[in-house]
């Protein structure tokens, strides 16, 4: 185990070793977002019968310059009968088109009188045949529709539910299991002498619920080396990772590295070389992953969407590798940077162009994430970063 890692490296590292989780069914309903885990082909014709792309006219073999008509097809209906020359009947927009019609005639073109129809514009026949959508035209019987490795959006759940599918087999939402360790932690509401609240319980959870992920949170652990093991091998075995915060440095009572060896886990990482948030340990045992986050709020939410938002994007099935942007700094940044750094920034686009502005530039870490929708990408350096540089940034897509 190389003791530290690039933000890059360990990216790769879980690339290689990350398998998404076992396919399962599930209703179509509830398959959006997720990953396609399996190949679909199409078990019938679509459209299932001919059918009118307009309101207008079914019209039978021409004979003379009007039409009789005989019927009229709505969505849903059918004429039963061919048309024989002459016959026309009134259709509409996806109803079937009756057998012997040569073409649909678009309402516009056409006038009604006295139970005849009239044509008012020349319309070349292959033009009116074209209107005529054929059986089968968009997608054959046995035909490949979607691959697996395919995130499900509405226009796959929308073709899927066309073609008559109920269910279909996903990579499912990983579950996770959140605690925070800390003797000095309580409960949101329960400020006491030398206490504060576990509000990275809180932020991760929220954290984990925007990513769609099941989520199990136990209370504050006190710095107890025996109770947070016990912890760990109560949830390893039923969950699929395990999110720790606090206790991740190499003090007394930095427990987290030791607890998960202790609970059976290997070590794959124990810092890595970006601030806030490089005090990241990450370990594995079996198909249970255990990462260990920083106990202040900034670096815990960093390492969060740096480290753990790509690993449950890897276990969903999908590509792992977060999105580098690139926009424009439009205000000086001024603070020094020992390491790489991220920093919290809003980015906004402006006639196609990142426009990037740090926040909370002089604010205590509690609040160093507020208002943020990106994290800025700063090499380490003293001197500062000048307005108009281009910089690349992590989007968080929140707001």
Same mark, same amino acid.
């Given at each position: 185990?190389?003791?530290?890692?690039?933000?890059?490296?360990?990216?790769?590292?879980?690339?290689?070793?990350?398998?998404?989780?076992?396919?399962?069914?599930?209703?179509?309903?509830?398959?959006?977002?997720?990953?396609?885990?399996?190949?679909?082909?199409?078990?019938?014709?679509?459209?299932?019968?001919?059918?009118?792309?307009?309101?207008?006219?079914?019209?039978?073999?021409?004979?003379?310059?009007?039409?009789?008509?005989?019927?009229?097809?709505?969505?849903?209906?059918?004429?039963?009968?061919?048309?024989?020359?002459?016959?026309?009947?009134?259709?509409?927009?996806?109803?079937?088109?009756?057998?012997?019609?040569?073409?649909?005639?678009?309402?516009?073109?056409?006038?009604?009188?006295?139970?005849?129809?009239?044509?008012?514009?020349?319309?070349?026949?292959?033009?009116?045949?074209?209107?005529?959508?054929?059986?089968?035209?968009?997608?054959?019987?046995?035909?490949?529709?979607?691959?697996?490795?395919?995130?499900?959006?509405?226009?796959?759940?929308?073709?899927?539910?066309?073609?008559?599918?109920?269910?279909?087999?996903?990579?499912?939402?990983?579950?996770?299991?959140?605690?925070?360790?800390?003797?000095?932690?309580?409960?949101?509401?329960?400020?006491?002498?030398?206490?504060?609240?576990?509000?990275?319980?809180?932020?991760?959870?929220?954290?984990?619920?925007?990513?769609?992920?099941?989520?199990?949170?136990?209370?504050?652990?006190?710095?107890?080396?025996?109770?947070?093991?016990?912890?760990?091998?109560?949830?390893?075995?039923?969950?699929? /990772?395990?999110?720790?915060?606090?206790?991740?440095?190499?003090?007394? &009572?930095?427990?987290? @590295? #030791? !607890?998960?060896? $202790?609970? %059976?886990?290997?070590?794959?990482?124990?810092?890595?070389?970006?601030?806030?948030?490089?005090?990241?340990?990450?370990?594995?045992?079996?198909?249970?992953?255990?990462?260990?986050?920083?106990?202040?709020?900034?670096?815990?939410?960093?390492?969060?969407?740096?480290?753990?938002?790509?690993?449950?994007?890897?276990?969903?099935?999908?590509?792992?590798?977060?999105?580098?942007?690139?926009?424009? /700094?439009?205000?000086?940044?001024?603070?020094?940077?020992?390491?790489? &750094?991220?920093?919290? @920034? #809003? !980015?906004?686009? $402006?006639? %196609?162009?990142?426009?990037?502005?740090?926040?909370?530039?002089?604010?205590?870490?509690?609040?160093?994430?507020?208002?943020?929708?990106?994290?800025?990408?700063?090499?380490?350096?003293?001197?500062?970063?000048?307005?108009?540089?281009?910089?690349?940034?992590?989007?968080?897509?929140?707001?």
């Amino acid at each position: 185990m190389k003791e530290l890692l690039e933000w890059e490296e360990a990216l790769c590292l879980l690339e290689e070793i990350v398998t998404p989780l076992t396919p399962v069914k599930v209703p179509l309903a509830d398959s959006a977002g997720l990953v396609l885990a399996e190949e679909i082909t199409s078990p019938v014709p679509f459209p299932p019968f001919t059918r009118s792309r307009v309101d207008g006219y079914a019209l039978g073999p021409v004979a003379g310059e009007s039409y009789r008509l005989v019927g009229e097809v709505p969505a849903g209906g059918k004429y039963p009968y061919p048309l024989g020359p002459g016959e026309a009947v009134r259709i509409f927009t996806g109803a079937p088109v009756p057998v012997g019609a040569v073409g649909v005639l678009p309402q516009e073109w056409a006038r009604e009188e006295e139970g005849r129809l009239y044509p008012v514009s020349c319309a070349d026949a292959s033009v009116l045949a074209s209107l005529v959508q054929r059986e089968g035209e968009e997608i054959g019987r046995g035909e490949e529709v979607l691959r697996p490795g395919i995130v499900l959006t509405p226009a796959e759940i929308g073709l899927l539910a066309a073609l008559g599918f109920k269910e279909v087999a996903v990579y499912p939402r990983p579950q996770v299991a959140v605690m925070a360790v800390g003797s000095e932690l309580r409960d949101a509401d329960e400020y006491g002498e030398n206490t504060i609240p576990g509000s990275n319980l809180f932020a991760l959870e929220a954290g984990l619920k925007l990513e769609g992920v099941k989520t199990f949170c136990l209370p504050p652990l006190p710095d107890d080396l025996e109770r947070v093991t016990s912890s760990l091998r109560e949830m390893i075995n039923s969950v699929d /990772l395990i999110i720790t915060s606090g206790g991740t440095g190499e003090g007394k &009572y930095d427990l987290t @590295a #030791r !607890a998960f060896l $202790k609970a %059976g886990a290997e070590l794959l990482f124990t810092r890595l070389n970006f601030r806030p948030g490089g005090r990241v340990i990450m370990a594995r045992r079996g198909r249970c992953f255990l990462v260990g986050l920083p106990g202040t709020p900034s670096a815990a939410l960093v390492s969060f969407y740096l480290l753990v938002r790509p690993l449950l994007r890897a276990l969903a099935g999908k590509n792992l590798k977060p999105c580098l942007w690139k926009g424009i /700094l439009v205000e000086e940044f001024t603070k020094e940077r020992r390491q790489r &750094y991220f920093h919290y @920034a #809003r !980015a906004c686009n $402006k006639e %196609g162009v990142w426009e990037l502005i740090p926040v909370n530039l002089k604010q205590a870490p509690l609040k160093a994430g507020v208002g943020a929708n990106a994290l800025l990408d700063l090499p380490a350096g003293k001197c500062s970063i000048d307005k108009g540089v281009e910089l690349n940034f992590v989007p968080l897509n929140y707001i």
